[in-house]
């Protein structure tokens, strides 16, 4: 059993812990909270143990009635794996911890990819991070765009990438962030870091990323452009996506015409905070002109990454034999897939069965 | 002086209307308008004489205490060219009013192509609409598209044009129009109707367009990339745009991050209404990897295109000798390009003087 030490329990640690508390392989250690928030109430109620992460240590949560079991060091020394949550730039600064104590540390996106050994993908590059000190999951607009690209490039070869990303402006509980009634570009210059950040993953890729920011919260669209080394049908590109696991193929049937009614679906199909996942990509939107594929795809920024943290935890500590395995083990143990309608170019889901 | 009808008094009608009546070789005939709302008491404001369109005549406006002078037809009886601005689809179901009077008319980008012989964007096409029976102004998309395309394709030769178009979900006053908080593909299929429309005025344009809509309504943005034929400088590309008397490099010292403070910024500067006529362009984002040419551009959809119906009125009626004329005479009576700083590539602007 692989003892994981959430440190930072916000919007993606939360998520992660529960990750790893459904995995038949791992346990929560125990996760970090810098303030006795609503978040801390949660990891309260769900039995995590709370280590307090703020300057004024355990005094805000004895002043909450909230136990704690010591500070982000202790939490590290019950570790096998330290899985950084904390915000962007904070997990370099928490780098020299996990360092001496010898635990492999997996940081988020928002770090520059020096923090890491190697930046992560599981179904582009899940071998390059086995049995490393430390792997980097990127950021969920570069994993929806490498999950992409993977089978792409495998299949067709790729020779050049465009992409629009059409980004939330924040995410739900985010209530400070704008715009409210603007489109931005952003950042103005291109590329965005996005194009940089997948190279991270995909060094030989050409690739140019365009960023916007516009007044939602819900879910990033990608509007998409890859120019392929070959011609196939639409229809045969939407098959070989509908074979992989975490791109969901949205059947034009389900009448889902936005990120409102994706979520509303998951949310009905029983998913913890309606969580999505998958790269959801609309059907019908995939088409091919000479050898330009374009495609529209909705990515869940609070959620994607979560499954792909599950796997870089596996590969650093070497308890799986592979890629597929682990990828396997984390759908079936997650739910990832699971309660969405299969696109009629869908093969059947991998399990961890088959 | 022409005698100018407009058919319509909308979002479109009420500014054509306030840019017929500013220029010098042209006077507003009438205005037409289906019920006695704020438009209505606009134009009686104005001193427009209004004449009344809907099933009920001119009993709405008795009501309203509203003089009204006739119906459509002593409208175009009036008029030496029609401008309609009546609703999408609406406007074909006029054409055989405007040829029963012999009358010049112009549609707009809502309507079919073939409901005119020529759909048109001065910069591109103004000689093609000289003498002709009848002119649709393309779409505040298509106009803004096509300004940018003429010089890139004079200049440099456009290999492929593709385009993601951000689109506003609907105007200021359009209540019931979402969405609210969701970014949609829209149409989620490929290519939206944008690239094709462009055809009609570039007929021999490579161009693939994807059209999105997002919980704003301040302007459209574009994420434009055109693989050119061949490769300048991004400096040469900004000093290109710069010499287009419709096109607004926005210089990065001005601190405007999005439509929101362009639009304030053309408030401040005494613009009616506040509009852009001006496609927006930042400047910072003009960028040249090999042969791609990226940019994002800011369209004013309630704006864009009245300078081109001025123009479009200009050819049919034959009154002046060349599209530059024209379309600097149009820009200096309307005043475009006026009130915006100069960014440091921009070449002085064209006026009627020069």
Redesign the interface.
Known sequence: MLHVGINGFGTIGKRVADAVRVQPDMTVAGVSKRSPNFEATIADDRGYDLYAAGEDGRVPFDAAGLDTAGTVHDLVEVSDVVVDTTPGGVGASNAEIYEDHDTPAIFQGGEDPDVADVSFVARANYDAAVGADSARVVSCNTTGLSRLFAPLEETYGIE?A?V?L?R?GGDPGQTSRG?I??????P????SHHGPDVKTVFPDLDI?T?G?K????????H?V?VTLESTPSAEAVRELLGRESRLFLIP?TLGI????KLKEYTRDAGRPRGDVWENCI?A??V?V?DN?L???Q?IHQEADVVPENIDAVRALSERTASARQSIDRTNDALGVGRGLVEHEGNAPRSTADD
């Not at 103005?188 to 590329?191: D, F, K, N, Q």
Request: hydrophobic fraction near 30%; proline fraction near 9%; charge should be negative.
């Open positions: 050049k465009r629009t059409v939330r715009p009634n603007d489109t931005l570009p952003d103005v210059e291109i590329p140019d365009m916007m516009v007044p939602t919260t819900q879910m990033h669209t509007s452009n034009e015409d936005g990120a409102g609309w019908e939107s088409t002109e330009d374009y495609l529209f909705a």
